[in-house]
């Protein structure tokens, strides 16, 4: 018969086991979202001309998947402190699939012609509502089955899941869109959220040891996220670092189609690299971090490589270099200002603290989607009162706010 010692090393040798799982549910169910989220805006050439929309229009429309994130992600962030991630991701990904089943069905366009702009801005804007449920609760879950050391790689590689989504789109979709239509390209994205919450129902649930400690006496204890100054710092510096992040995922297709005049393999092959290059860097990241023990420098040199590669791709514009250059330099510039996305998440989720961390993942990725509503509607303006020079300089400008906002270490909290 096994001792009791012995049955609690069985139990923590199939915990150690498990947390990969619960890792490679967050990937999976991060990426498949992120298809959707990251994915379409590469299949912005063919939306614009598929809905008949104009440059504005576009950015209404690329916009509104943002909008409904910002609004719903702090919600399903707090649901997800109070329910666990187990219920809240399975609901998210399965109303998710349904709605963007929905759309295939409803709001692509077809030979008679394209829905109103207004029922596209309308189911983007849902999908994102609904869509907002995942980035919380598999952070949280992550956040749980691993300790600190292992966690900048850990969330590094759930970060890489939103490029890998986005370089699955950027694959897939415009490819989709030009040959097949917008209904193939939404039934697409539903079949990946369905099998994503399939992983999920099969390998997602509360480690013992979070299951045996009272979440609620240390949330009560630790106070509120939304009163902690410290988090919203972190809070604001990553939110407005994606701007220029969003900048490239958003609009790089347009700059490359009317710009540097590329056809849809060399524009799909970029953005891939971008996706790609981004992922790789994620992981770098977040294993030299846990070794080092400095994410706040990291970040900070992070941002000032971000800063430089966007005033060389401003520059390179001015001075009308070849194609080929510019489609490098975007690639070079979407690579160095995704790198630092895991390590930040991690500063933010150790400093909140695994009984608030679903809270301050939703005050995050709330800040973060505005960044995603507001930057593609900004860009046609800025590129109507400037040039594609301007835009990619304006992104570089809001790269540096961010250096202060990451300069002094704060007080982290343990979880």
């Not at 509502?129 to 966690?151: C, D, I, K, Q, T």
């Not at 540097?260 to 996706?275: D, R």
């Not at 860009?379 to 109507?384: F, G, R, T």
Request: proline fraction near 4%.
């Amino acid at each position: 018969m096994a001792t009791p010692q012995g049955m609690t090393g069985e139990a923590t040798h199939r915990s150690e086991a498990h947390r990969w799982k619960v890792l490679g549910v967050g990937v999976v169910a991060n990426a498949s979202f992120s298809a959707a989220a990251t994915g379409i805006p590469t299949t912005a050439v063919w939306l614009r001309s598929g809905y008949h929309l104009s440059n504005a229009e576009l950015g209404l429309a690329l916009g509104a998947m943002g909008l409904g994130l910002a609004l719903s992600e702090l919600p399903w962030g707090m649901l997800t402190d109070r329910l666990g991630d187990r219920p809240v991701l399975l609901t998210g990904l399965l109303s998710t699939a349904a709605a963007l089943v929905a759309m295939a069905w409803f709001v692509a366009p077809s030979a008679s012609g394209a829905p109103a702009l207004g029922w596209l801005v309308l189911a983007m804007c849902g999908v994102g509502l609904l869509g907002g449920s995942v980035n919380g609760s598999s952070g949280r879950a992550v956040m749980a089955w691993f300790r600190e050391g292992e966690r900048g790689l850990a969330m590094s590689i759930r970060q890489t899941a939103v490029p890998l989504g986005g370089g699955i789109g950027a694959l897939m979709l415009p490819w989709l869109a030009a040959s097949q239509g917008f209904a193939a390209v939404f039934g697409v994205l539903a079949a990946m959220c369905a099998v994503a919450a399939g992983f999920a129902w099969r390998w997602l649930h509360e480690p013992p040891a979070l299951v045996a400690s009272s979440s609620t006496a240390l949330l009560k204890a630790q106070g509120s996220a939304l009163r902690d100054a410290h988090i919203w710092r972190v809070v604001l510096a990553i939110g407005i670092l994606c701007a220029p992040q969003f900048a490239v995922l958003t609009f790089a297709t347009v700059f490359l189609h009317d710009l540097a005049h590329l056809g849809v393999g060399a524009i799909s092959a970029t953005m891939v690299a971008v996706q790609v290059g981004a992922m790789v860097m994620r992981v770098w990241s977040g294993r030299f971090t846990d070794r080092r023990g400095n994410r706040r420098a990291y970040l900070r040199g992070s941002t000032l490589v971000a800063v430089a590669s966007f005033m060389v791709l401003a520059l390179g514009v001015s001075l009308s270099l070849p194609a080929f250059t510019l489609a490098t330099m975007i690639v070079f510039a979407g690579i160095c200002v995704s790198a630092w996305h895991g390590v930040a998440y991690t500063e933010l989720a150790t400093l909140a603290g695994t009984s608030r961390v679903g809270t301050a993942l939703g005050m995050v990725n709330t800040m973060v989607y505005i960044g995603l509503f507001l930057t593609p509607l900004a860009i046609p303006h800025v590129l109507a009162a400037g040039s594609w020079a301007t835009v990619w300089f304006a992104a570089g400008l809001c790269a540096f706010v961010t250096y202060p906002l990451f300069e002094k270490p704060l007080p982290q909290a343990s979880s």
